[in-house]
């Protein structure tokens, strides 16, 4: 399917979802059958997919690869190539189940498609059809993956006050989220984890790079404590951050940058120039590896005058995202192809070269394979100290826009009756940042620098990150899985 079609799909289950908000008059026959034929012509994989996640088996939508020691070429499949080629399959499903008021299966659905549509730039849409269906069915659980997609959309449309609310919530309660059942503890860990994590790369974005790997470390401790560790994490950026740390033993701090530009140069090898990238994310992600890595290659030595030919091509690119950001459809595949000129000039100043590899279906080093990963003893309960340094930040951080946010007062009513999850954000007010008096407009405080012409940022010797009492980083030898410089949910 293409971007078009997808919209008039999307546009019609919206239509859909606002008529069932209006009215109540009864499912119609016609109705009925659609919905119970849309859902038997699923294939099984789907049906059984679907169907978990109306059980709420899981708060993210796994792939098969996540939680394996070993991969088999079978596993390497992504869940959105599944998604993908049976799109329109479930998008017909979605607009049946709200047609015939099977609220349940319409935002398990929602729930299927979300990191799919996420990469092609139409999470907007989608999840205003969760939210209308969130009023008009306030029993009906919302998984925590699209409360935290919610998060995203909100930072990266510059709401960082909303953004900052929704993950704070998360973190303060466990997890918890309107009618959503756990099935076990590490599925609520998982989920503060990610929602850290996502915190983490907010300050990240910021320039708070040292205050962010504190909060990535701290979502690696939650990650490695799960039963069966979370596989789909970024490291590359906590590399890279914790290796401009004091704390970092200097006998190490080379090991860390390699480290950090293997993963950041295994990013941009997953695009070629001639590829067509149709989604803003994904060009927003290209863009974050060749930037990352030019960062990486000052540290690690390369001549200066490289480094700012490098930095001038990822400024252009970034102009020419900014553009692409705003052009019309028409105009998108040019800038988009423009851009990707740009990385390749990046990567051809930096010397980015495929590695050695011998699996054609992957693009991790045949070097990586022989890396035995080293036990690390984290656990629950030691996330869970970690959590409770920051319990009281995140519970300030939730109090003071609960009482600044024009629409807390209705969010909060309809909590206290256990339907609503209020980190979803139902009403579509704006926050009242001029009662917080001006100077706390934001949440997010930048400390003061001093200029610099450095065109890069300050040495490392300059900063340190606080004492967390928590392990060295050190300790973890990442394996090959885990170098990827592409952020998922």
């Known amino acids: 399917m293409d971007s078009r079609e997808v919209g008039d799909l999307l546009d019609e289950c919206l239509g859909a979802a606002k008529a069932a908000g209006r009215q109540s008059t009864g499912v119609s026959e016609a109705d009925r059958l659609n919905y119970c034929s849309c859902r038997d012509l699923l294939c099984a994989e789907l049906a059984s997919l679907l169907q978990e996640a109306m ?13 394996k020691q ?5 596993d390497k499949t992504n869940l959105n190539d599944l998604i993908s080629k049976h799109l329109s399959q479930l998008l017909d499903l979605l607009k049946a189940s709200i047609r015939a008021e099977e609220a349940h299966c319409a935002l398990a659905v929602v729930f299927l498609v979300d990191r799919y549509l996420y990469w092609t730039d139409d999470s907007s849409r989608l999840l205003k ?6 009023r008009r069915y306030p029993e009906t659980p919302i998984a925590p993956q699209l409360v935290i997609r919610q998060a995203r959309l909100y930072f990266n449309s510059g709401k960082l006050q909303k953004a900052e609310y929704i993950l704070s919530s998360l973190i303060n309660n466990s997890g918890t989220t309107g009618r959503w059942i756990y099935h076990s503890e590490s599925d609520r860990v998982l989920v503060q984890a990610v929602s850290v994590q996502v915190r983490g790369t907010i300050l990240q974005k910021l320039g708070l790079w040292l205050e962010a790997a504190e909060l ?3 979502s690696l401790v939650g990650y490695y404590s799960l039963p069966q560790p979370d596989k789909k994490t970024t490291q590359g950026t906590c590399l890279l951050s914790y290796s401009f740390s004091v704390e970092c033993p200097d006998s190490q701090r080379q090991s860390f940058l390699q480290q950090a530009q293997e993963a950041f140069t295994i990013g941009l090898l997953t695009r070629a120039e001639g590829d067509l990238v149709t989604s803003k994310q994904e060009l927003h992600t290209v863009l974050k590896a060749a930037y990352s890595l030019t960062v990486t290659h000052k540290w690690l030595g390369t001549p200066l005058e490289v480094v700012a030919q490098a930095v001038q091509a990822c400024q252009n690119a970034l102009s020419s995202f900014y553009s692409y950001c705003h052009a019309g459809t ?8 423009e851009i990707m000129h740009l990385v390749t000039q990046v ?7 495929p ?7 992957s693009f991790i080093p045949d070097s990586y394979r022989n890396v035995k990963d080293t036990s690390v003893n984290f656990t629950l309960a030691g996330f869970a100290k970690i959590m409770r340094r920051f319990q009281k930040y995140h519970k300030s951080l939730c109090e003071t826009t609960n009482t600044h946010c024009r629409d807390a007062k209705d969010e909060l009513e309809m909590d206290r009756g256990r339907p609503c999850i209020t980190a979803l954000w139902t009403t579509t007010g704006t926050l009242n940042t001029e009662a917080q008096g001006g100077s706390h407009s934001s949440s997010v405080h930048m400390p003061q620098k001093p200029e610099s012409t450095d065109i890069l940022g300050s040495s490392w010797q300059e900063v340190s990150l606080k004492s967390s009492g928590s392990p060295q980083l050190s300790r973890i030898q990442f394996n090959s899985i885990q170098f990827n410089s592409i952020l998922f949910i």
């Open 55 to 67: 059980d709420m088996k899981w708060p993210f939508a796994p792939e098969k690869w996540q939680y």
């Open 70 to 74: 070993s991969v088999s070429a079978t």
């Open 129 to 134: 059809i969760a939210k209308l269906l969130h």
């Open 216 to 218: 990535i470390w701290a």
């Open 330 to 337: 028409q105009d998108k595949d040019s800038l988009c192809t």
């Open 347 to 353: 990567k051809l100043l930096l010397r980015v070269e």
């Open 355 to 361: 590695f050695l590899n011998s699996d054609k279906g």
